[in-house]
Structures are given as structure tokens and as C-alpha cells.
């Protein structure tokens, strides 16, 4: 039995210990903020922050988590409003907006590490998650006015 | 009371506008409010149809009626139906705020729900071509008026008083000279009571009056839940007893399943079941490819599953489609006379007697959408009752298919449609929800259908590959006075019709025979070409090729003559003008010629907008260099200026982006900024990564690693946006695609005035390395 705790719950799995994390959030546990987009760590829409560093779900295992915290979208702040959350809204970062769950988590990473990256620190975090609609320059203006006070 | 009076006096739409005789418990089912009243006045301005577009000949047409997009209830929220799909373009919140403009609703008091598949019931849902605003602007404003209409007289009986004594001011009636004011849920009651108002009597809000028209000061309405995640997409629907499935589909089209081995993924932890799934023989539009599900109880076990499946495919007759050998097929056709699709003065001679003539030669691979939600559905099918669950840009063609599949009546068939995770024309082509649809029937379980990167990339639809060589003669003033384009590219028509070789006219129209230069000698031609995949439609289709030739060939007639690119592209639009190219039947975006034409007066408008903005001839540091180009699509103009930096070892960046748009009337600038930005960064990745290619029949790449898009890090610096402002009159035309096509020539030409390399092969990919 692999324990993890999720948005500070503590939760419980007993099938197959090599399934991503990725697929026991979205289908068995139901928390489905967080998203697929490659399945290979190549896109970062599903990105989550494991203890406080922001991992790809997708290629990490259930098991590779057990006994560690996971936080996701779902559980970033309880009313949405962490200020890398607020400072999207305010910048109206996103189009279709499928991208953005993993966007934010890895922003938020970010900011927990260099609470005031440069331009280019962000783009360079920022890469590793793609945004098929092109959002980036809203993206690393929001992560800018995040770190510079909502 | 419900039918159109007088239609014989309207114009446009008036053939295809269809009023239902719902009745009001099913319109309040319908829209899912409880206690709610719904207005009853289906009024439509003839003034307001004054022009015509091409709204009503959409399948299905036109709905303009209250009663099907508009419930208040009694403690005043307003109910607004989105019945177009979202899929970034901000439309689910756009055409709502129309409504609530027009009726003086309080954006903060109004809900936005989602329509299902329905095109009797709400009109055509096709969410493609860039025509929402361009259909929906006056019938949403009429919609909007004709409730605040309602709502206006309820308050004026209640109250004793004139009804052009009291207004609806920001979600109540006012009556100005008593003082006294009545909420819209206070009047919604009496309200839905009232008798219809005749069309003379039905005014349209002055646009001065705007409160959020035109402002771009509204946030999209899914903001929150996106930044929350909390916004449903297709593949976060989740019902109970649903199954998750994964398909293996033929590696190449139109290939078959000889055998399968399921042992090896039944063993897996979490798989339940392995069963074939039907295919159709291709083309056959968007039937499923078929092959060999896995059933699991959860995505990543069904994908476990997959992988562990042995599986024999025949690959048929398109496995010998390889793309090298037949970029050399396009090429070759491409240097020979085709079927001429537009012809002017004389071509050929003018080219034999020209003093110099310029060709050009560009290659365009086919293109993956990957949008970053990958296909996905879930389907509930009962007997002979189905219900999908689908991020889908056409719920009624999903409809409609999904009833043909499974030998059903349309009628038993609910599409829901989620948001959308990206479509770029992918999601236009419902077959995903066909194999969910499939694949729920035989199990008699609620399934999800989970495409992966892999699958997408392999499987998709994809954009055409196409060369398109352009031969320009000038007179010895360096003026051009002949052009021959012969473009040569596999049809989307092959989709729908075995052998179809020919571009369909909804293709020619994309940027070949309605090329608006003013030049005396033109011949458009377009030489047969077969297709051994499936061609589909990717944002801006067509326009992609053609405008990266036609304006690369620009900029190479200005380093012919020693000339600016700005003068020499202004020099070829000539003269402020309606162009009339000699076509017959021309596609002009479904629109009519009369209420859209080829204006160049336009064009020469956004040239010089982008270029006065955008400090066109600014001094740029060495290995910088600036590139201009400028298209019209969708019945929208663009120009766009890209400044790139090329370092020593060829390595690009993008400094600064300037796009100059005119689309017309238009509801929100803000979203317009944000579609520009978007479509700078899309048109970088195709001009830089993107190709797909085949071996063997088969798709060579699988995923992000080696089907690249554009990444933050060399995203463009900053991407400027300026909007042309539109007269009174002008009609609103498109956003959504537009801005793709000028962005690579624009580039490539800033390539050439940086490094002295001119690229007509894209992607871009090593060539300025070494």
C-alpha cells in the first residue's frame, strides 16, 4: 500500500506502484486540474509541486511519491488566490487555458526558489512548458508581476 | 407570435433564420433554470440587415431568437447561451457580452452556459473559419435588444407610464421622470408576457453607448476556473462506471489490422479488456481509422496495456508514401503548366518578353496541429440512446456523425461540448468522439477514448504539403508585369472524395486567385496532386503556403531591384481599389463579394500602420534585420513586422513583432491582442520546426522532442499589437486565423535583410548554421 499526501490529504493506492503519478490524480483520485499533454516530460501541462520542487506527474510514478507531499492546482492556494494565480488573471494570460494548471505550478516553483527572477531567469524556468496558443509573453509578464507584488 | 414578420422585407439571412415553436417548460429545460422566466420575443431590426454575410447559408443557418439564448431569473441573474465552441479564442465570452451589451445587462449578474449540439434548435455551431463575430455580431445584438425591449414595456405597463418614457439601464428599467426603477428579476415575469415588438420598433443601442463593446476591459468568463483548475475540458469528464480506454491505430492510413496478440496487455495490472475496434476504408471524412482498444481502469494502465500489445498491420497501398521522394513529385509538377484557375492578360508572353524574371520556388511540409489537449471523448451509449462528452469545434457535425455511426435517429444523440483544450481545425474532425461512441456501444459502459501525443502526432489530420513557385517578370523599370503562381499541394477535398487531385475552390481562394496585385499579366495555376494521408484543415490552411510564397516572392522582387520592401509591396497592391480577380465563382470565406471585398485600400492601410508603428527603416544593430509582409484571410487584413537577430553560429531570436490589424467592427480588442500574440508564436514555430514527414507511409515523428513548437525561451521579445479602428460602417471579418500567414515571410524576409540567405524550404530548421 503506497500512502501519499495530496493538497494535504493523506491518500491511499494499492495497484500497480509504476503508475504515474499523472493518472492516479486525474483518474483515481479524481483531481483533474492537472493535465496530459505528452505522457514524456516534454510539455509540462501536467507539472505539480512534489515537497517544493515542481516535477513532470506524467513520468513520475506513484511510488517515486510515496510518503512525500503533493501539491496541485487544486490545492495551490484555497481560493485560487496565490499571487502567481492572481497575477494571471490579471494579466489575462490564457487562451484556451488547458496549458495553464502546469504553467502556474511551475511559476509558483519558481518563485518559492527566486522570489525575484529576471526576465530572462523566467523565460529560461518557463521553458520546459509549452503553450501550443502562445500565451508566453502574457506568461512571463504575469510571473514578473507575481514576483513584484500583485 | 414567434415567426418572423415580414420577412420578405429582410435581406441575408432571412432564407435560413429558423424560429422554433419551442415551447417554454422546454426552452427553461433546455437552458436547465428552474423558476426562471424566459423572454418571449423574437424580433430582428431590418435595418440592422442592412448588409449580408455568409451566416445563412452556413448549414443550418441563423438563429435570432430570445426565447433560446436569453433566461432571467427572478432574483435577476441572466442566463446568456454560448452556443460556439471555446477554444481560446475567448468567443464563449464575446458573443454573450454582445447580448448583455444590448440588453443593458450587468456583466457581473450574467451566467454563460455552454449549448449543446443542437443546430435546429440554435443555428449553425460550426466553430472554424474565423466567422463568429463576423455571423453573430447582429444577431446577438438583436437578441440582446429585443429582451431589453421585453423587459423595458413590462416596467412601462406596470407603471402607467409611455414605454419611450422608461430605459433599461445596467440591469433594471428606469423611469426617469418619476424616479422609479424595477430590476430585471423583478420584470421577467411580466416581461416574457408581453406582446412582440414590430421590427421598426426595435432600436439598437448607439455604439457610444457602449459599456463593453470594443472596450476589452472584460475578462473571459472561464478565468478563474482555468487559474483554478477547475475548467472542464474533454478529458476531465468523469462519470460513473466510465471505463478508459487507449487505441492502436493502423501506422499508416488506410492500412488494416491482420492479427492481434492481447495476452501480454491483459496481464497488466488495471487492464480489463482488449477488443478490435471498427475502421473505415480511407478517405471516408472523419469515420474512426480503427484497430485494437484497451480497456483499463485507468488511462495509464490502458496505455500500459497498449504498449505491451503485439499487434500486424497491412499497410496497403499508401505505404510506400515517402516524403522526400515526393517533395521531388511537387516540384517537378510544379515546373509544368497546370489547370489554370485564374487568368489575366497574357502571362506567358509577358514573362518571355520581360526584362528579368524572378522565380521562386517554396516548400511547405505538412504541419501537426497539437493543440495541448490531445483527442479525447467520452461516450454513454444506451440502446439506442447516445450522449458524448467532447471538446469538438462542430457539436451539430458531431451530432450528426456520431447518429450515422451507430445507425441511430440524430434526435437520441446529445453532444455536450466541454471547453477546448486548443483546436487549430483538429477538433473539427469528430472521429475521436466516433471511436468513444464505437467503443461505449460495445461495452455497454460509459468510456473515455484518451489519444496520446503519439497518437495525435501519428493520426492526425494534418495540414497539406505543398510547393507553390511563383515566376514574376519585370519591364526594365524593374515593374512587374507578369505573375505566374502555380501552386501544387494534396486537396483536403481527398478527406471526403477518393481521388480528388485538384485543390477545391474554398482552397484556390486562400491566397492564390485572390492575390491582390496590380499587375496587367496574371496566370494562377494549380497542377494535380494525390494524397496518401488525410488532409485536413490547420489554422489559416491554405494562406500558410500561399502567403509565405507570395510574400517571400515580395521581398525577392525587391532585392531583384535594389528596392525597400515596404515601397516594393505597396508598388505590387497599387492603386486604393476593389479587387475584381477574374474567377469564376470565387471563394471569398463564404462571405459575399459585395459586403467583402478585396479592398487594397485596407491593405495598403495596415502596410503602413505596422510600418509606422513598427519604425519600419529604424537602424537595426549588425545581424539584425527587419521583414514585412501583409495578407488578407478570413476576410481580415494584417501586416506584420518581424525584427530577428542571427548570431555567428545562426542562431535566431526574434526581438520585437509589430501586427497591424484590420478586422473590422469588433467586440473585444483585448482578446484580439491576445490572438496576435498567438498567432506570431505559432507562425514561428512553423517557420522554424515544423514538419512532418513520412517513411514508408509512416508519420516519422511522435511527440514534443521531435515535432517541436515554439518554446518561451525563444519566444519573440515583445509582440506589438495595433488595430485599425473601423468606420461606422464597417463589418466585423475574423481573428481567429489570420495572423498565422504573414508571420513567415515577414520573418524570412527579415532573414534576407540580415544574413543575405533567402529560405524558401521551411521549416527553417540548421539552414543558417555553417
Known sequence: MIKVKINGQEQSWDGDPDLPLLWFLRDEAGLTGTKFGCGQALCGACTVIVDKEAVRSCITSINDVAGREVTTI???????????????????????????????????????ENPKPSHDQIREAMAGNICRCGCYQRIENAVHLASTGV | MNFIDKPGKLRGFEKNIRVEKVSRRSILKGLGITGGFVLAAPVMSRQAFAYETGAGKMPHGVVVDPRVFVAVAPDGTVTILAHRAEMGTGVRTSLPLIVAEEMEADWSRVKVQQAHGDEVKFGNQDTDGSRSTRHYLIPMRQIGASARTMLE??????????????????????????????????????????????????????????????????????????????????????????KYAVIARPPVTGGKLVSFDPDAALKVPGVEKVMQVRGWPWPSKFQPLGGVAVIARNTGAAIKGRDALKLTWDDGANGKYDSVAYRKELE??????????????????????????????????????????????????????????????????????????????????????????????????????????????????????????????????????????????????????????????????????????????????????????????????????????RIGWFRSVSNIPRAFAVQSMVGEIAQATGRDQKETLLALIGSPRIVKPAVKDLWNYGEPYDSYPIDTARLRKVVELAAEKGEWGRQVPKGHGLGIAVHRSFVSYIATIVEVAVDEKGKLTVPRVDTAIDCGTYVNPERIASQMEGAAIMGLSVAKYGAITFKDGK??????????????????????????????????????????????????????AATGKRIRSLPLGKQLEA
Not at chain 2, 713 to 738: A, F, K, R
Request: proline residues 7%; aromatic residues 6%.
Open chain 2, 699 to 752: 508519420v516519422e515523428q511522435k511527440n514534443f522532442d521531435d515535432f517541436q513548437v515554439l518554446r518561451m525561451d525563444e519566444s519573440p521579445l515583445v509582440t506589438n499589437v495595433y488595430i485599425v479602428p473601423p468606420g461606422p460602417d464597417t463589418l466585423p471579418s475574423g481573428v481567429g486565423e489570420p495572423g498565422v500567414p504573414p508571420f513567415a515571410p515577414a520573418l524570412m524576409n527579415a532573414i534576407f
Open chain 2, 153 to 242: 414595456q413590462a416596467a412601462a405597463k406596470r407603471w402607467g407610464v409611455p414605454a419611450t418614457e422608461v430605459k433599461a439601464v445596467n440591469h433594471e428599467v428606469v423611469h426617469s421622470a418619476s424616479g422609479r426603477k424595477l430590476g430585471f428579476g423583478e420584470l421577467a415575469a411580466d416581461a416574457a408576457k408581453q406582446s412582440v415588438p414590430s421590427i421598426e420598433g426595435l432600436k439598437l443601442k448607439d455604439p457610444k453607448d457602449f459599456r463593453y463593446l470594443g472596450k476589452g476591459q472584460i475578462g473571459i468568463v472561464d478565468l478563474h476556473d482555468i487559474t483554478t483548475g477547475k475548467a472542464r475540458y474533454g478529458a476531465d469528464v468523469r462519470l460513473s462506471g466510465m
Open chain 1, 74 to 112: 487544486e490545492g495551490l492556494h484555497p481560493n485560487g488566490d496565490h499571487p502567481v494565480q492572481k497575477a494571471w488573471r490579471q494579466v489575462n494570460v490564457p487562451q484556451c487555458g488547458f496549458c495553464q494548471a502546469g504553467q502556474i505550478m511551475q511559476a509558483a516553483a519558481l518563485l518559492m
Open chain 2, 332 to 533: 517537378e509538377a510544379s515546373r509544368k503548366p497546370g489547370l489554370v484557375v485564374r487568368q489575366e492578360g497574357d502571362a506567358d508572353a509577358a514573362l518571355k518578353g520581360a526584362d528579368k524574371v524572378v522565380v521562386g520556388e517554396y516548400y511547405l511540409p505538412h504541419l501537426a496541429h497539437v493543440s495541448m489537449e490531445p483527442p479525447v471523448a467520452v461516450a454513454d451509449v444506451k440502446g439506442d440512446k447516445a450522449e458524448i462528452w467532447a471538446p469538438v469545434q462542430s457539436p451539430g457535425g458531431t451530432r450528426e456523425d456520431v447518429a450515422k455511426t451507430l445507425g441511430i435517429p440524430e434526435d437520441n444523440v446529445t453532444v455536450n461540448v466541454t471547453l477546448l483544450g486548443g483546436g487549430f481545425g483538429r477538433k473539427s474532425k469528430c472521429d475521436f468522439a466516433l471511436e468513444a461512441a464505437l467503443l461505449s456501444k460495445e461495452l455497454g459502459a460509459p468510456v473515455k477514448v484518451q489519444w496520446t501525443r503519439e497518437d495525435d502526432v501519428r493520426h492526425d489530420f494534418l495540414h497539406t504539403v505543398s510547393v507553390e513557385r511563383i515566376e514574376a517578370g519585370l519591364d526594365k523599370n524593374g515593374k512587374v508585369i507578369a505573375w505566374r503562381h502555380r501552386s501544387v499541394a494534396p486537396t483536403i477535398a481527398s478527406t471526403f472524395a477518393a481521388g480528388a487531385n485538384h485543390a477545391a475552390p474554398f482552397e484556390l481562394g486562400m491566397g492564390l486567385v485572390d492575390m491582390p496585385f496590380e499587375i496587367a499579366n496574371i496566370s494562377c495555376e494549380n497542377p494535380e496532386a494525390a494524397a496518401f494521408t
